[in-house]
DNA sequence: GATAAAATCACCCTAAAGTATGACTGTAAA
DNA sequence: TTTACAGTCATACTTTAGGGTGATTTTATC
């Protein structure tokens, strides 16, 4: 089959390099080997029948039925942001009002520009919340703020 | 670099196989009457090797399977994933499971790392699902996700 | 077997994000 | 009044994200 190219590209430079092995000993090691050659065959034989059995011990595709019908229960609309854990975090007012931003997918300039302050300015409080929050990127904090109710 | 990565692996095996099989030959000669074991020995190998390869390379994917059934108002706890939303924007099976992981914040590298493929292909499947899903960056497209419920 | 979609990867380039450091100001607490 | 901190901004630099393009290979489907 054409699919299975790239086994078949592989099983032949095998047995080439193989070959080729043999072929290089026997020009230049005057022994017996007839033993070598057959070992070389035995391992391009098997090689095959490996490659056969796997391909053909291959578990069938699984057909994907997906079902629908659905009911949603509505979210709650009641959001309360957990402050126990904007305490123990230790997020000054600012700072977690920058975080609400990012968490609505804003740019950095565009929160800048939504507060009125500089680029920079945000920054400077996004280098401050990730360093409290003891994360590496604004997707992880707002991940966690999420996960901690800081946000809706 | 992941696309010396196979490469680099099939020239260890390989050389692994040949020096092993040198190794073996050095047994036989001095063991020199276990013909059949040493035969024995290499189709083993070679067999192992063969379905080795036919498993690496076919890459047996399982498909996903997300049966979904009449669900009656999930109350907060455990997810269903909207299956009307995620066809409308789309996206393939690939693109979700990125976007899953960039929901937790995970860098396109890390992403690439944990999926066994290169950071352009991460690259190429966010860039897709940032037009499917008409957003600009990351954490817009995580945020919409997670409103249309397509991620917990 | 042809075809379309999905998945993979590369290269080049720009934009945005993030790091590090220093500085200035206003306010509130000690 | 000194101290501490929040908030502001800057400059320089590195890293990551994103855009655009093109290509190959798998997989599914007709």
Redesign the interface.
Known sequence: MAK?R??II??VA?AF?IFL?KWLEMRFIIIDNQ??L??GL??????????????KL??P?????????????SP?GDFTINQDELRKLNLSKRELEVLQL??????NQEIAEKLFVSLNTIKTHSAQIFEKME?K????????A?RLSLIP
């Open positions: 299975n790239q086994i592989y099983g095998l390099l092995l033993l070598e057959y070992a035995i391992a391009v034989i098997f090689t095959a029948l490996g490659i056969w059995l796997a391909l291959r578990k595709k699984i057909h994907t039925v997906i079902v629908e019908k659905e009911v949603f229960a709650n990012m968490a609505e997918g804003l740019s994360v990127r604004r997707t992880q904090a707002v991940e966690m999420k």
